[in-house]
């Protein structure tokens, strides 16, 4: 079978970009900053973009370009005959769990649009009311979740995706321009400043070894690593694409969107005199407030809805993506049918997500919900791990020579921090989140 390849090098890039840039950024950094302490998560995280996500999201381009496969596939043709393929069973299985609750939130969003087309964001009170009794409610935010579903699934389906990211390479700008405004607006709010000092002071004391782990996590998830994501897109790359600046492209604008949805959200928090720790709610508590208060703020909150969907679409594109080229390509399904059963399943496993909103949030499992549970389990559990064990292919497992070649494009381009990298993967990437890891389970 003839693998389809980015017709332009934007192609990749905006792909790429695409799946990194999503609720991560917008719905999660903010209230992952805010229920960490604030400027030292920030601080923290940042740290972790540079010296761990960075190399690894090179590394898992190394692994993609080099095998031109899936990433189930890749590992099985760069170690044939080893248990190294596992590493990409475990990326399948972490974006089933992650589009579990992903398309959740999606459906949240599907909602909170359909409300700014009713200009329905005109009291200034209430959100937080009506954020809980939506999402506690049996049947609407499962319909609404089965809708984003649906969406991504007829993405992938009538192959329009290339569609897609041609839209996102003028939603994106649009998007940024957007946020940007809106932040303007909250740092403007009465009160803003302490937002502003809670995003930029930071307060070590608060950190301890999960606010670290949360870091990491988010990190990893933000930029889609760990899961396989770089592998499947950077296989369609050509030969003569610079891997390096690649990723930094898209680890700068990913980091430009989350600042500014957190400079968007905290001081909204301060200004309206919510808290910080609300979790996964702020961004639907929080923005409704800032809509209501805004001259004009019905026709920036339908702006905005419909662009945060839109984001929000290609990060589950890539995620389902995953899934079902794993299917057709190791199990030999059709592409309909894999679409079929992988969407019957997300059906299921994201409406108990759902329900654990409402109806189920007493069932338990290690003392989380079902939505947290799946969240905790992929962010901090499956990407972590799955990075593990990219960088200790690439680094020890590969051949210096043959990373250097895919680096450098067999000697066309000069890569001046080689050694960096190579010591990054080498030691860095894997001893951190060994040593997160044993800190988390109390060992340090
Ligand atoms: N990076 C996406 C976001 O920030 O919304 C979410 C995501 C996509 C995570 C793909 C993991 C992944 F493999």
Redo the contacts with the bound molecule.
């Keep these: 079978m003839k693998r389809d390849s980015f017709g332009s090098r934007l192609g990749a890039l905006m792909a790429l970009i695409g799946?990194?840039?999503?609720?991560?950024?917008l719905w999660k950094f903010p209230y992952m900053a805010g229920s960490n302490g604030g400027a030292a998560f920030i601080l923290i995280y940042i740290a972790f973009l540079f010296m761990l996500c960075l190399p690894l999201m090179i590394s898992e381009f190394i692994i993609g370009r080099r095998s031109q496969s899936n990433p189930v596939g890749a590992f099985r043709k760069l170690a044939p005959g080893t248990k190294w393929y596992f590493t990409g069973v475990l990326g399948v299985i972490g974006?089933f769990v992650?589009l579990s609750f992903?398309s959740v939130v999606g459906g949240w969003a599907v909602k909170y649009f359909i409300t700014s087309l009713q200009f329905g964001f005109t009291s200034a009170t209430g959100a937080e009311a009506e954020f809980n009794s939506f999402v506690s409610s049996p049947v609407l935010p499962v319909v609404m979740h089965i809708i984003f579903l649906g969406a991504t699934v007829a993405v992938l389906w009538t192959g329009v995706k290339d569609g897609i990211e041609k839209y996102s390479k003028i939603l994106m700008p649009l998007l940024f321009l957007l946020v940007l405004v809106l932040a303007i607006y909250a740092l403007n709010l009465p009160n803003a400043r302490m937002g502003i000092d809670f995003m930029i002071k930071p307060d070590w004391s608060k950190v301890n070894s999960s606010v670290i782990l949360n870091a990491l996590g988010q990190g990893l998830?933000?930029?889609?690593l760990g899961?396989g994501?770089a592998i499947t897109y950077s296989s369609y790359m050509n030969k003569t694409e610079n891997l390096f600046r690649i990723a930094i492209v898209t680890l700068v604008m990913d980091l430009i969107f989350a600042l500014l949805a957190g400079f968007m959200i905290l001081p909204a928090v301060f200004a309206f005199g919510f808290e910080p720790t609300q979790g996964p709610g702020l961004l639907f508590i929080v923005l409704p407030e800032v809509f209501a208060s805004m001259p004009g703020g019905g026709i920036f909150a339908i702006m905005f809805f419909i662009i945060l969907l839109v984001a929000a679409l290609t990060?589950a594109i890539?995620?389902l993506e995953v899934i079902v080229s794993y299917l057709i390509e190791e199990k030999k399904l059709s592409r309909h049918r894999a679409l079929v059963y992988s969407g019957i399943a997300l059906v299921i496993t994201g409406s108990l997500c759902s329900l654990s909103q409402g109806i189920l949030s007493d069932f338990k499992i290690f003392g989380n919900n079902i939505f947290d549970f799946f969240d905790k389990l992929s962010s901090t559990y499956i990407m972590p791990i799955g990075a593990f064990f990219i960088a200790i292919f690439v680094g020890w497992k590969m051949k210096r020579k043959h990373v250097n070649e895919e680096l450098d494009n067999n000697g066309l381009l000069k890569i001046r921090l080689f050694n960096l990298f190579w010591f990054l993967v080498r030691y860095f990437v894997p001893l951190a989140i060994v040593v997160i890891f044993l800190n988390m389970l109390g060992i340090f």
């Design positions: 799946s990194a840039v999503g609720l991560g950024n974006a992650i992903y998830f933000s930029l889609s899961m994501i990060s890539s995620l």
